[in-house]
């Protein structure tokens, strides 16, 4: 497996388990300093790597009135002083192949959304930037699927490809996750991360809204984690019912550590090669 460097510390290979977190959205820049600070914080007591999440623009909302975010460079501001106050590394969507340039010059890590795993140009332009890129597997593909987005990116001359997994369709409004597609796309030779909160999405299903499951945040993210994936995707705020987007299956912040802790302890039993082999 190719470890993915990402600021001071590598996910995969053997590395310890890392989290991304964040805000599914950026919706002021005191609230997304305020997020970092507190998940740099929650990190440095669990002992893990973290990275901050949080999207400038949402351009796959449910609905047209739905909250999208401050934009491009309102965003990319905001992200930069999150980045700069707290030092975590910082993760970023983009939706459009003009966004990638802009977006690489200010986070760490470019992410590909689910619903645009497959789009050529997206995706040549993010590996181009030269930065790690992180790409959800599309809810409507098989891990094996993967094997072509990944070289769509390598392709460029980038080799810091990770892969998420945030659940297939399943009929109408709903998501599942098979846990054997963890070990089918470690096999394909890239880190890979387990977004959980998105993975108990009910997409459509709340009337112009995503509604969610966000009771069950816990267990699946031991099951995965169990599994043997590098890092765990988790959108937390501190009041979900608040969240400007997603609030039906984020993470309540105050929660997070011992979720954490409890995964770290998980993923050091995972690590034993009789448990999950090949995981180093």
């Keep these: 497996m190719n470890p993915v460097q990402i600021g001071g510390f590598s996910i995969g290979a053997g590395q310890p388990l890392a989290l991304i977190a964040g805000p599914c959205v950026i919706e002021s820049r005191q609230h997304a300093v305020d997020v970092a600070s507190a998940i740099r914080d929650i990190a440095r007591r669990c002992g893990v790597p973290a990275i901050f999440k949080a999207s400038y623009d949402k351009a796959n909302r449910t ?4 909250f999208r975010g401050p934009g491009l460079d309102a965003g990319l501001d905001v992200l930069a002083e999150a980045r700069a106050r707290t030092g975590l590394p ?9 966004h990638a340039a802009a977006a690489a010059a200010v986070v760490d890590v470019l992410q590909i959304p689910a619903f645009l795993s497959r789009q050529t140009d997206l995706l040549v332009a993010a590996a181009r930037t030269g930065k790690p890129v992180n790409v959800k597997k599309g809810q409507f593909l098989a891990p094996g699927d993967m094997k072509h ?5 390598t392709a ?4 810091s490809v990770i892969v998420t997994e945030r659940g297939v369709s399943f009929g109408y409004n709903n998501l599942v996750v098979d846990v054997r597609a963890f070990p089918m796309l470690r096999e394909l030779g890239c880190p890979v991360v387990f977004d959980v909160t998105h993975s108990l999405q009910l997409p459509g299903a709340g009337d112009g809204v995503t509604a ?4 069950y945040i816990e267990p699946l993210a031991a ?19 608040r969240a400007r987007s997603d609030a039906a299956n984020a993470l309540r912040l105050d929660r997070l550590e011992a979720l954490i802790m409890k ?8 690590r034993d090669q009789s448990v999950v082999a090949g995981r180093a």
């Design 63 to 66: 609905s047209r009135t739905s």
């Design 90 to 98: 910082v993760l970023t969507d983009i939706h459009e192949p003009a």
């Design 149 to 153: 987005v990944i070289e769509k990116i």
């Design 156 to 159: 460029e001359g980038n080799q």
């Design 212 to 215: 969610g499951l966000a009771q």
């Design 223 to 241: 099951a995965g984690v169990a599994a043997g994936v590098d890092a765990v995707f988790l959108e937390v705020h501190e009041e979900p019912s």
């Design 263 to 270: 995964l770290k302890r998980i993923d050091t039993a995972a």
